[in-house]
Each structure stands twice: as structure tokens, then as C-alpha cells.
């Protein structure tokens, strides 16, 4: 079946712009994670959806940051007056929602370019 | 807290040859291990993960994983190398209770022909 897809795959823009990251789900998940992977950083997870709500958004690292998901599928990260340093790849995953347990499969990523 | 390391930023071998990726894991209670790899522009694809039981994982595309307890570890193997074989590979671990995963740097591997 089909998997994670994310779009736009790339996104240049310019500092101080907004931009929004889509996600959508492996059908039928009801958990889906937002993941930062950047030369620095590595691996960073920000976001973490149960259905359309977000118990766990601890590692969002600014109030620029802000992600939502509706119909407990679609979801979309916003960033807010990017920054330089927020160019990265963001990756999208969703997994059944079953518990620690789950396998989280993940999208090919967009990759995200601040001037 | 939990952690994960990866000793190695790059393994080489050459094709045919056994790999050993390694991973070691700090965390509190029983950990959830997974090991994923990436292609060039490509996102992580699921290899293999241990939950309980045999402490030898058997996963995707001939790779397995070996569950130390006592040395905390889960380093990833595969008896027989293949060019095919070089990617980015990343380790991760999830304790008990929660839902996120925690990734080591990551390690290249690179297989020479």
C-alpha cells in the first residue's frame, strides 16, 4: 500500500517568510510524529499527534513552531519568520498507534532551504 | 532520559564480508530497540526491532541485531556485505510508557566492491 508522503519534497525560502510542511499518514494510522534531521542536530523529534490531538509537543524548538493535524490524518508544520537555522530536512512518520510497540514508518522528508 | 550511541561515525567493508554496526542505549526500565536505514535523499526505512523475547533480532534485506543486556547494546549485523549495502544507519531506542523515539548521530556505512 501506499506510505508516508510529504510535500513539498523541496522548499527554498527566504528569512522572515512562513512555510508549511504537509504530511500524510499511512491510512488507517492514528499516531504521527514530526522528526528535524539536520548535519548538527541528527535525529530531533518535535511533535508527536494521537488522533488530531498532540500530547506530546515538547520538542518544538520555538513558539515559531506549530503543527496541527485534522481528521486524524493530514498534518501540517508551520514555521513561522524562519530562520536560517531552521533549514533542515523535516521528516514525517505515523504508526498504528498501538504502543511502544509500534513500528514508525517514515516519509521521504522535505527538505527545507532559509536564505 | 534515554540515549542512544554510535560509536563509529563510518564503517567500512569490503563486499562479502561480515558488518558490525554498533549501538549502544542508556535507558530506564526495559528498553523498545529499532534499527532504520537511509538512502541518499530518501527517508529512514524500518530494518528491524527488539520488543522482548530471543535477543536475536532477524529483520529486512538479511540484517540482524543482537540484545545485550548486561552490555546495554544492540549492534546490527549482516554475515555477507553487499555494495548495496551503503547507507546512513540509525539506531533508536523508546522506553517503556513512551511513544517517541530517541536516534544515535547515525553511521555510515560503506561497502566496497
Known amino acids: 500500500g501506499a506510505g508516508v508522503s510529504q510535500s513539498p519534497s523541496n522548499k527554498v525560502t527566504e528569512k522572515g517568510k512562513d512555510v508549511e510542511l504537509r504530511c500524510d499518514p499511512i491510512?488507517?494510522?492514528?499516531?504521527l510524529y514530526w522528526y528535524r534531521q539536520s548535519l548538527g542536530q541528527g535525529l530531533e523529534f518535535l511533535i508527536y499527534?494521537?488522533?488530531?490531538?498532540?500530547?506530546?509537543k515538547s520538542g518544538l524548538p520555538s513558539d515559531r513552531f506549530s503543527a496541527e493535524r485534522t481528521g486524524g490524518s493530514v498534518s501540517t508544520l508551520t514555521i513561522q519568520r524562519t530562520q536560517q537555522e531552521d533549514s533542515a530536512v523535516y521528516l514525517c512518520a505515523s504508526s498504528f498507534g498501538q504502543g511502544d510497540t509500534d513500528t514508525q514508518y517514515f516519509g521521504p522528508g522535505t527538505r527545507l532551504t532559509v536564505l | 532520559a534515554q540515549s542512544v550511541a554510535q560509536p563509529e561515525d563510518q564503517v567500512n567493508v569490503a563486499e562479502g564480508n561480515p558488518l558490525t554496526v554498533k549501538c549502544t542505549y542508556s535507558?530506564?526500565?526495559?528498553?523498545?530497540l529499532f534499527w532504520y536505514v537511509q538512502y541518499p535523499n530518501r527517508g529512514l526505512q524500518f530494518l528491524l526491532k527488539?520488543?522482548?523475547?530471543?535477543?536475536l533480532v532477524k529483520g529486512s534485506y538479511g540484517f540482524e541485531a543482537e540484545f545485550n543486556k548486561s552490555q546495554t547494546s544492540f549492534h546490527l549485523k549482516k554475515p555477507s556485505a553487499l555494495v548495496s549495502d551503503s547507507a546512513l544507519y540509525f539506531c533508536?531506542?523508546?522506553?517503556?510508557?513512551?511513544?517517541?523515539?530517541?536516534f544515535g548521530k547515525g553511521t555510515m556505512l560503506l561497502v566496497s566492491p
Open positions: 491510512s488507517g494510522h492514528t499516531a
Open positions: 535507558v530506564s526500565g526495559n528498553p523498545y
Open positions: 533508536a531506542v523508546r522506553r517503556w510508557g513512551y511513544s517517541t523515539l530517541t
Open positions: 499527534f494521537q488522533g488530531n490531538s498532540a500530547p506530546d
Open positions: 527488539y520488543i522482548t523475547g530471543d535477543n
